[in-house]
Each structure stands twice: as C-alpha cells, then as structure tokens.
C-alpha cells in the first residue's frame, strides 16, 4: 500500500451518539460467529456502514480484517494497489524472519500461523497473492476493495470516524464510516494525518534524520542451486547457510563491491528460491530514502534500478552458483524497514525487550533479534541483542490523541530501537489480529479503545479470545539475561537505551575487555554529550550540576583522555589527587561509594564495563537534575 504517496486533508464530520444499549443490541449474538454467517453493519446517518474499517492491504491489515470479521464485525479492507500481502507479495519479501521461544515454540501462531503453514517460508510470491485474497474473499463479512485510494481520515472532533476514499476509474471521492479504523498503512499514516503524535527514524535518542536503509528485492534467473548450496554449507563461515528452499550468505564477497551510487551497501543476500526456479534476492540497501516523500521513494525505485545490472555482473563474477545468472525483475514496492513510531498509551523500549519482560495488557510476544539496519553507507548497523521472548502491549496499539483508531505494524508504539525486532511481519500480524479481536470488544460494550487501556476485565476478554483463536498467548517469568547481574549492568541498560552500546546475538557486552584507543572511547563521549546538551538545552545553567566535562570535535577533555581505571573512574584529570577526585564525583552523585572497589587499581586500562557505569551515571544525574 502505497498511502505514503499523498497529502491527506482531514474531513470533519459529527457523528450521532450510539449508546451503549443500542451497540450491545446491534450486535448481540455476532461474537459466535467464526466467519460463516453475514452480519449487517451498523447505520449511520441513514447508511449501512462498517463496524471497522481497515486501512491497507498489508499482512498485518489482512489479519486484522480476517480476526474482525471472524468475531461477527463488519469489515471493509481497502489497498490501493491491485493484490494484497504488501511487503509480502508487491514488495517480494518472502524470507520470513521467525519469532521462537525459549523452548522453541513459535510464537506468532494464530494468523499467522494459518499463512505459515499454507506456505512456509521461501514461498511463491503468486501464490502468496491468492491466498491473502481468497482468506478474505471466503469471509462474507470482508468487503475488499482494491485499487483505491484512501485521501484522509473523517473526524469527529478527536474521534476518527471513518475514511474519504476514491475508487480507481470514479468520477469523485467518497466518504466510508465505521465505529472504528485500524491503521494497517506501513508508515502510519491515517494515524499521523488524523494528528497523532510520533518520532521519526532514531530521534528518539536525538538520531535526527537516522533513517534505517530500504531494499529493492530483485529476481534472477539461472542460479546453479547445487553449487550455492556446497558453497555455502561449507564455507567454514558460522553466519553462512542454505535450507531446502533458502540460502544466506556471500557476505564476505559482498564486502568487495563498490556501488556506482556511494548512497548504498550491497551486504550478503538473502536468498529465497520460487517454483520456476528462479530466486528473489534481499541484498542491495538504499540510503536517504524517507518514504514518507513520494519523491524520494520514486527516486529510490529509480536508484535501485539503476544499480542491478552491475550487482548481476559483480555476483556473476564472484558468487559461486551465480555464474550465468539473468535479471527477471524488480519488486513494484520498496522494502522500508523503518518511518514513523507512533506515540501510543505504551511505548515499547529497548530494555523491555531485551529484558525479556512481560506485560499485564499482553497481546503477543516476539523475540526476533533486535535487528538495526545502517542507516548510512558510513556504517554496518547493529545487532542490539537477542531476547528470548518478550510481551507486546495492548497499549502500543492505541495511538495518542486520536480516539477509536488502532494501529498495527512496524509503526506501532514502539521505541526505534526495540523496533528493530517487533517491526517483522509475524509480529505485526500477530498485533492484526489483536487489533480486530479489540474492535468485537469495542463494539459489543461501547468502551472506547483507550478505556480498555485501563480496564483488566476488558483486556483478559481480549486475550482469552485470542486465545480461542490459536493465538500463543502466555503469562511467564521473564528469563534473566546473564549481563543482568554485571555489577555495571546500571550503565549498559543506560548507554543501551541511548543506542550506544550492543551486544550481538549473544548478549555480550565485552565489559571486561580493557578499552582499546582513545577512538572508541572519544565516538561514545561524543554521543554522550551530544544527547546531554540536547535534552538539558532547555535548563537554566544553575540547574545543572556543576561538572568539569566537555567534549570538542577534536580531542575528548573529560578532564583528559579517560584511559585508565583511574582517568574512567574520575571522568578525567578533575583533581591533581585520584581520591579527590573520586570525592568531588561522589559528592555530585556520579559515582556510588559502593562501587568505588571495581575501580581499585588506578594504572590499569579501563574496561567496557568501567566506561558504560560512568557515563550511564552521569548521564542519569544531569537528567534527573532536569525539571
């Protein structure tokens, strides 16, 4: 669905008050059904409406469509394109990254589930297009409409209460009104356009303009699928490795292209066979693409299309298996892993995740690595770290400032870092089908969405219908991660927050590898800084505890260089004497006296470990010292 492509105008429109009792009797008896009865939507203004309507043609909107009309709701599905499955079908992202739990079991089960097991992973993109369509066309309470454009929200002062939309082909626009609108648009966009609140890419933690790259998912022909796969099973590279119908790899070949555009990265590719024996391609990442500009993502279609031929030429060159390749075409959508984040009543963080936690509202789980792509061609991205499984809030769901409208997908209510894992399709479609399960409830007792925020009867109706629908849904006690119990753990979760510190897939932080130049040290203080003089620029200076800490583009002056225990556990040459220092660090609340024995020995080199406790305190003393 490609929303993101126009400006949208908010229509105002004052919507008759449904009481409770009238709701309770339109729709008594509905919540038996499994989708093999027609109901009748509700009228409004003298119209027969929608109960819901949801707002694209994604994975995630097709399973909130599929959960709504199977709980007895009234659904109207609108995509503007020509098929659903978005990213999965037009965007040709069929290599699924899967969510399993500690003991193994798949986590995003439901939906999900049904598509997983009708298709697998590495499944025909044609295919694909039939089943989304066919599920929604088997359910007599789906109404689909294809090719049309949504153009803005109806509004009811802060209550969205429907959509103005206008078929392929027709003469004029149209108004749609429902009880209800899930936002299922990848970038958020009926919630932004109706005036919700949101962060845009790593602003969050002062990241402006850190935009994850985007992909142009492209097709072959002509692969040796033998030779690919002898290659990459032993290629003595861990990271490497081929399945039945998937392959992942060539990443140290990939190293060595230059791209024509110095605005890309070509990494190792994902690789994903189809039945004609040609194979879809997950490799070549675009930057300075905001797809919420419908020029820009224009001209990123244009750039990757631009730069294929010369991938094909280098991989035929270089890849084992791809020696006679061919190119077959490109995917009509972008692969755009990251946009808006919306502010929702919950939102999600980076040590909710990767502190496995579970929540009271809980809708889903996930524990996909916490994936960050690059956001430039300056740098590799990152992997953040590895939950074991975590809960997804109801709350995430419901938007700021805007009554009666959910949203589902990548820009939910989560943190940009923590995004890096919920944003996969399955989780996504995992929240789909809460978000159509909450409008049954919505509708059935006349809460409104953000009443059931606060309501635990209203949320363990929602799960235990979910439940009821196969949905993995489970209350659990979060497995502790090892680092937990680091006595610098304080400063990691810290820096972690900040985005500057990660721990790969094996949740290692390095904390007691000694630091090794002062360049390491002098990006991290610089970041620090940068972020500390952003969020307290609005202080009076008297408010700010007084610290001898600056830092400059061209050396670090935290007193010096921070590269002894001693420089660390001081923040530099404060005092002539090191147990002054530790004094005047104590006294303004940066260092804990307890802690002073993991600094003992002045001379030695300073550890992660040591850098990430100071920072992380004296970032949290500045910021508690703000108003």
């Known amino acids: 669905m490609l929303i993101h492509k126009k400006s949208f105008i908010i229509i105002k429109i004052a919507l008759p008050v449904l009481t409770t009792a009238i709701l309770f009797m339109a729709v008594a008896g509905m919540l038996t059904s499994c989708g093999s009865k027609s109901v009748q939507g509700p009228t409004i203004d003298g119209e027969e409406s929608y109960h819901v309507i949801v707002a694209g043609g994604e994975p995630e909107g097709v399973a909130a469509a599929l959960s709504a009309a199977r709980n007895g709701m009234r659904v109207l599905l609108v995509e503007d394109d020509d098929a659903l499955g978005g990213l999965m079908t037009l965007g040709m992202l069929n290599f699924i990254d899967q969510n399993y739990g500690p003991d193994r079991e798949l986590l995003t089960q439901g939906i999900f589930n049904e598509f997983f097991e009708a298709l697998g992973n590495a499944f025909d993109i044609e295919e694909a297009k039939t089943w989304f369509m066919n599920k929604c066309r088997d359910e007599p309470n ?61 602003e969050d933690y002062c990241a402006h303009g850190a935009l994850q790259g985007v992909t142009l998912v492209f097709e072959i022909a002509g692969v040796d699928r033998k030779s690919i796969v002898d290659y990459l099973m032993n290629d003595d590279d861990p990271y490497t490795g081929a399945t039945e119908k998937t392959a ?29 024996g040609n194979v879809l391609l997950n490799a ?58 919306i502010l929702g009543e919950y939102r999600l ?46 709350r995430c769901l419901v938007p700021l400032e805007i009554d009666q409208l959910l949203i589902t997908g990548r820009s939910a209510s989560y943190d940009s870092l923590p995004h890096g894992s919920a944003r996969v399709i399955p989780v996504g479609m995992v929240t789909g089908e809460a978000c159509g399960v909450a409008v049954a409830y919505s509708v059935l007792s006349g809460a409104t969405f953000r009443q059931m925020t606060h309501d635990p009867e209203a949320i363990l109706w929602l799960q235990n219908k979910l439940k009821d629908q196969g949905a993995y849904l ?17 400063g990691v979760a810290v820096m972690r927050e900040l985005g500057m510190a990660a ?15 002062r360049w390491a040290l002098q990006s ?35 007193g010096r260089l921070l590269l002894t225990t001693a420089q660390c556990a001081s923040l530099g040459e404060i005092a002539a004497d090191v147990t002054e220092a530790e004094n005047y660090l104590i006294q303004r609340g940066i260092l804990d006296i307890n802690d002073l024995h993991h600094f003992s020995e002045p001379d030695d080199i300073a550890t992660n470990g040591q850098l990430f406790y100071v920072m992380g305190r004296l970032y949290t003393t500045l910021m508690e010292a703000s108003p």
């Not at 992942?248 to 004609?276: C, H, V």
């Not at 990442?285 to 031929?309: H, K, M, N, T, W």
């Not at 960050?372 to 061609?377: E, K, R």
Request: with cysteine.
């Open 142 to 202: 789906i109404t689909v409409m294809l090719n049309t454009e949504i153009l803005a929200p109806v509004m009811d002062g802060k209550t969205i209460i429907g959509l103005e939309i206008k078929e392929k082909g027709a003469s004029s626009p149209k108004v749609v009104r429902s009880l209800a609108v899930i936002d299922a648009s990848v970038d958020g966009d009926m919630a932004a356009a109706a005036g919700v609140p949101y962060t845009l890419g790593g």
């Open 503 to 517: 721990g790969g897939y094996k949740n290692d932080y390095q904390l007691e590898k000694a630091l090794q130049n």
């Open 248 to 276: 992942w790899g060539y990443g140290k070949e990939a190293q060595n292209y230059t791209p024509t555009d110095s605005s890309m990265l070509f990494r190792g590719p994902n690789i994903a066979w189809q039945k004609n």
């Open 524 to 558: 991290r203080a610089n970041g620090l800084m940068r972020i500390l003089n952003e969020r307290t620029a609005h202080m009076d200076q008297h408010q700010i505890p007084a610290l001898e800490v600056t830092v400059n583009t061209d050396e670090i002056t935290v």
């Open 349 to 394: 963080t980076i040590t909710d995740v990767l502190e496995n936690r579970d929540h009271w509202d809980r809708i889903g789980h996930g524990s996909y690595a916490v994936d960050v792509h690059a956001t430039g061609s300056d740098n590799t991205g990152n992997i953040i770290g590895q939950p074991d499984i975590y809960s997804i809030p109801f």
């Open 284 to 341: 070549l990442i675009l930057f300075g693409v905001d797809a919420c500009d419908p020029a820009s993502y224009a001209e990123g279609i244009e750039r990757g299309q631009r730069e294929i031929p010369y991938l094909i030429e280098f991989m035929r060159e270089n890849f084992a298996g791809f020696e006679n390749v061919s190119f077959v075409r490109h995917a009509s959508q972008l692969y755009v892993r990251e946009t808006r984040h």
């Open 474 to 490: 489970v209350e659990y006690e979060p497995p502790r991660p090892a680092v937990m119990d680091h006595w610098a753990y304080s």
